[in-house]
């Protein structure tokens, strides 16, 4: 056996690397998401990639919205203006390598800042993003991303400093 590939828990170098493009691929989801560089997130989908969001396990009923399409996906995106400020933290993924293709589930902490009457509030979402990811050159692209909100709160920020 390689001793290599048994120092790294019997993954080979190039699965390593796959494991790491595909982290950096949900990880510049959420940069673009949060800096509304609708253009940069448009790349990271494969042109008939689905996108669809779930309150819950993904199942027919619990399905809130489909975009098939990178255009249609992007439109979609587009949503997240509505927020002012938005911050996604990218936490714990699992990923299955199947050559050119692959699964992954990555954790995600969510927050958005919004107004209502003059007051800030913010709300905090759970969610585990579920994808089938297709490799696409040298680089992995989403083929479908499924937004699963396990659960998610709403409550009033503290006033800035400077608004007191």
């Known amino acids: 056996m390689d001793p ?4 790294m828990g019997g993954a080979t170098l190039q699965e390593l690397v796959d ?14 998401v949060d800096r509304r560089d609708f253009e940069g ?3 990271l ?3 008939e990639a689905r996108l669809a969001i779930y309150a819950g396990e993904p199942t027919e009923a619990a399905l809130r919205f489909e975009a098939r399409g990178r255009d249609a996906i992007v439109r979609a995106l587009r949503g997240i203006e509505r927020y002012p400020v938005t911050s996604h933290f990218v936490g714990g993924q699992t990923v299955a390598l199947d050559g050119d293709r692959a699964r992954a589930e990555t954790h995600c902490r969510a927050s958005h800042l919004f ?5 800030r509030f913010c709300l905090d979402m759970a969610i585990r993003y579920q994808d089938r990811l297709e490799r696409a050159g040298e680089g992995w692209r ?5 937004l699963v909100v396990d659960w998610e709160s709403e409550a009033p920020l503290p006033p800035r400093r400077r608004d007191r």
């Open 19 to 32: 494991r790491e493009r595909i982290r950096e691929l949900a990880c510049r989801y959420a940069s673009a």
């Open 45 to 47: 989908f494969v042109p």
């Open 142 to 146: 989403f083929a479908e991303r499924a």
């Open 115 to 119: 107004l209502r009457e003059g007051r």
């Open 41 to 43: 997130l448009a790349e």
């Open 4 to 7: 290599g590939r048994e120092a």
